[in-house]
């Protein structure tokens, strides 16, 4: 095979991947507390399979992973007593049954048991490691910007948000969830301003990406046509060459 259909072929393939990822940030654009992905690629030099006159080595473009934008997403005052929203770096200390989890996803309620739990139904976590536990015959529920819960003259437990400067220790689990997969340690994030009755909306920017996607798409099709065009060059080749000998 020429070795521009192989850089071709490379380039597809990360097209395809781009594509994937450009869809789900459109998918998820109303996901409470959910951050833009996007495909990063790198150049992987390599000796070509044949080259008359031409570079060498011939390089070949990869799938380098996902970077993802934590910026801020825009507040959505919902009113709920245990819609939670985060104003600045941080993340939401959950347990679920693989171990300690972080979300940005405020959208809290309380299980039977009275423990504030996620949608998902992991318990969320106080500063100390601890469960929070909500009784009814408290009161009402308020929680200051500093995540202080507290109901009356009780005071209920105290939200734990978490930081690091390391944003790439944190990959996703599922169920709008992220844990630490390089072990890095966390630390409480003092300058992080809590919102009750509010939540983060997705930072995803929906005309941005559909322009995204549009342009994957086009440049996909121009590939295919590349790689079309050298194989027909090679097909009209190899009959000259048949018809001279």
């Known amino acids: 095979m020429d070795n ?14 781009e594509l994937d990822i450009v869809a789900n940030n459109i998918a ?6 959910f951050k833009a992905e996007e495909l990063m690629v790198r150049t992987e030099p390599a000796r070509p399979a044949r080259t008359l006159g031409g570079s060498n ?7 380098d992973g996902v970077a993802r934008d934590f910026s801020q997403g825009a507040m959505t005052k919902t009113g709920g007593d245990f819609d939670l929203a985060i104003e600045g770096q941080g993340f939401f200390k959950v347990q679920t049954a693989g171990g300690e989890r972080y979300t940005r ?16 139904g992991a318990p969320v976590l106080d500063e100390g490691g601890g469960e929070i536990l909500i009784d009814p015959k408290l009161g009402a529920v308020s ?13 209920v437990g105290k939200i734990g948000i978490v930081s690091t400067q390391d944003l790439s220790a944190l990959r996703k689990d599922g169920d709008n969830l992220y844990r630490n997969v390089a072990n890095v340690t966390l630390q409480p994030a003092p300058s992080a301003v809590v ?3 509010m939540l ?16 994957v798409q086009r440049a996909y099709e121009s ?11 090679t097909r009209s080749a190899v009959e000259r060459l048949g018809k001279v000998n």
């Open 223 to 233: 590939m295919a046509k590349m790689m079309d065009n050298t194989a027909e060059l």
């Open 195 to 197: 919102h009750q009755g």
């Open 28 to 33: 998820n654009a109303n996901t409470t507390g």
């Open 143 to 155: 929680i200051g910007k500093d995540g202080l819960v507290s109901q009356g003259q009780v005071r």
């Open 57 to 63: 080595p011939v390089k070949f473009v990869l799938d």
């Open 105 to 120: 996803d405020g959208r809290f309620t309380t299980n039977p048991e009275g423990k504030l739990v996620t949608q998902g």
């Open 200 to 215: 983060e909306s997705s930072n995803v920017q929906s005309v941005v990406q559909i322009t995204k996607l549009i342009e």
């Open 4 to 17: 521009a259909l192989y850089v071709g072929l490379s380039r597809q393939l990360t097209l395809r991947r």
